[in-house]
Structures are given as C-alpha cells and as structure tokens.
C-alpha cells in the first residue's frame, strides 16, 4: 500500500524559508525518482523539482536557485528546502513518485 506523507508548510513572511518533508512508504522508495509539485488555488498542479534515485535533480524554472531537493533513502524521506520565499509560492505542496498516488499535501502560504 502506497502512503505519502508531506509536513512542514506553514505561514511564511516574502524571503523567508521552510523545509518540507515526505515520509514515503509501499513504493520502494530508494530506488524511485521522486518529485515535489505544487498547486495554487484555481491553477493546476504544477511540477517544482525532481529528484531521482542516485540524487540527480532538475527545477522549474520559477524556484531554481531558491529551492533544494533532496532525499534520505535510510528515512524513505524526500524533502524541499524552500528559500527566498515569495507570495506567489503560496500553494499546497505534494509528493509523489508516479503522478498517480498522491499524499494530503501541506499548505504553503507565504504572506506578510
């Protein structure tokens, strides 16, 4: 059985950071590519960054040089670090490794 846990969001004043986690589970984690995407209220999900099994990663365009990913295959654990935070980063933020399982998301508002 598939589970995806994401944690970590929160409220965040413009230039501020969060670091998002994902407790993943039934999907033999280490040997899988991971991504982080993101959707905003009335817009699709949208993909932020990549990560696959031997940790090469790739970003979207619009959070290159602001956010990390990364992953821990002992924790089955991938996560975001988020930097340089602005209001248009404000979104629900999933994991996942097929784009067919998904977790509840975490809540990303980032507002002063």
């Known amino acids: 059985q598939v589970q995806l846990v994401e944690s970590g969001g929160g409220l965040v004043q413009p230039g501020g950071s969060l670091r998002l986690s994902c407790a993943a589970s039934g999907i033999g984690f280490s040997i899988r590519t991971m991504h982080w995407f993101r959707q905003a209220p009335g817009k699709q999900r949208e993909l932020v960054a990549t990560i696959t099994s031997n940790s090469m990663t790739n970003y979207a365009d619009s959070v290159k040089g602001r956010f990390t990913i990364s992953r821990d295959n002992a924790k089955n654990t991938v996560y975001l670090q988020m930097s340089s935070l602005k209001p248009e980063d404000t979104a629900v933020y999933y994991c996942?490794?097929?784009?067919?399982?998904w977790g509840q998301g975490t809540q990303v508002t980032v507002s002063s």
């Open positions: 996942t490794a097929d784009a067919v399982n």
